[in-house]
């Protein structure tokens, strides 16, 4: 994927300045910064929740013209800030949901593969997804994803409030997906969590990238400079 030189704005109250982005296939990138600056403006424009002109290219195609759900259909996933699982279904209604972004008539998915990701999710496979914990809703949220079978998965700081044991589960599944030639793109404030799975940092302020590298040549002490209010 990439995004080039990308505006957007809430009403009159411009948020992102001109974002050029590279996301690299099987590889983890990772978007930092202080909070207010953009990030989850960024993923929501990738997404169409937030509209934009400017160029968004996904496997070549211009894409920024599309509405949302065409855009999953393309292959791309998203487990959102917040989560947004719908709180009076099932954990397995909720998962079920995420086969409604494949690109072919399948609207089922390997409950073997799922469940052994998330062995929490197969226990309370049953129950209301409002009735779950932060951490049980984030894993729901990925698997829901997931099942769409994305190219492209796009994590919106996947560690908020979950307990470290949980965190690293789910950095294991992303990993997982990596090896097998998916792309991600994490935005996440933990300097940890990132820096275990992260291939490339694009740094935020104010709307802009104002930095950007390969993990080998990332000055994490400045990147903590970023990262502090």
């Not at 698997?143 to 769409?148: E, F, I, P, T």
């Not at 935005?187 to 694009?202: G, N, P």
């Amino acid at each position: 994927m990439e995004t080039h030189n990308v505006c957007a704005a809430y009403g009159e109250s411009q948020i992102l300045w001109g974002v050029d982005m590279d996301i690299y296939k099987g590889k983890v990138t990772t978007i930092m910064g202080r909070n207010g600056v953009g990030k989850t403006t960024l993923l929501r424009t990738i997404m169409g929740l937030v509209k934009t002109k400017d160029p968004i290219l996904y496997r070549g195609e211009e894409i920024q013209h599309l509405p949302t759900h065409k855009r999953a259909r393309k292959g791309i996933g998203y487990a959102p800030q917040g989560r947004d699982i719908i709180p009076k279904l099932t954990v397995y209604e909720n998962i079920l949901i995420g086969t409604e972004s494949r690109n072919d008539s399948i609207r089922n998915f390997d409950e073997d593969e799922i469940y052994s990701l998330f062995p929490i999710l197969k226990d309370f496979r049953h129950r209301l997804g409002g009735n779950l914990s932060g951490g049980q809703q984030q894993q729901l949220a990925i698997a829901r994803a997931l099942v769409g079978k994305p190219g492209l998965l796009i994590l919106d700081e996947p560690t908020e409030g979950i307990q470290p044991s949980i965190t690293f589960e789910i950095a294991e599944v992303i990993l997982k997906y990596v090896a097998k030639g998916m792309s991600v793109l994490l935005v996440e404030q933990k300097l940890d969590f990132a820096r275990l799975l992260s291939d490339y940092y694009y740094i935020m302020d104010r709307g802009k990238i104002v930095k950007r590298d390969e993990k080998e040549n990332i000055d994490f002490e400045e990147l903590k400079n970023y990262l502090s209010v």
